[in-house]
């Protein structure tokens, strides 16, 4: 009974076992997915940036025509629809900066939660492999404790047939006293 009970019990554990095991194996895929995802984010927020530093130097190359379109006006008349269309698309640069510094800061929070996301599932995956380790070390153990309860069962058993066998002849030389005497 006792034998029997360990060996469900050694099943039940390689089960749970298996079953820890699937686990860690789908959160490594989604630890791989959300690695991925976030290299992705960041290729992404790099071009944004990069477009952005490009809008910026734009802006300021503007900004200092227009400056200097204004320091001029006192030097010489300049065309008014030329400092105005200066002043539209320096206007129209400025609104498209600002769009895009919402977008990167959009896509550096998106990133921020994937990258916790990730340290989350690494921390599950580490901890499930952990809990593995545990039960594959209970296992052995059992595993062990099972093998040894099996050898002291056979030595008990041949111990018995030892004596069995003793006593047998024990009866028998008995039974010869008493019939001579």
């Keep these: 009974r006792s034998s029997d009970l360990q060996s469900q019990q050694l099943k039940e554990m390689e089960m749970k076992c298996s ?3 699937e686990k860690v194996t789908q959160l490594e895929k989604s630890l791989g997915d959300a690695r991925t995802a976030c290299r992705e984010r960041d290729a992404h927020l790099e071009t944004e940036k990069h477009k952005g ?3 910026q130097t734009a802006l300021h190359s503007l900004q200092e025509k227009v400056d200097e379109c204004v320091k001029k006006e006192g030097q010489a008349e300049q065309p008014p629809e030329e400092t105005e269309d200066l002043t539209q698309e320096n ?3 400025k609104k498209e900066l600002a769009y895009l510094k919402k977008i990167v800061d959009n896509q550096k ?3 921020d939660y994937l990258c916790l996301q990730v340290k989350s599932l690494q921390e599950r995956v580490a901890q499930e492999e952990t809990t593995e380790q545990a039960l594959a070390e209970e296992s052995r153990r059992r595993d062990a404790a099972v093998q040894q ?3 002291a069962v056979k030595e008990l058993s041949l111990q018995n047939q030892d004596l069995i066998e003793r006593n047998l002849i024990l009866q028998e030389q008995m039974r010869q006293q008493i019939g001579r005497a």
């Design 149 to 151: 309860l099996q050898t």
């Design 109 to 111: 929070k998106k990133i």
């Design 53 to 55: 530093l490009e809008l």
């Design 91 to 93: 206007q129209a640069l």
């Design 19 to 21: 079953d820890l095991q």
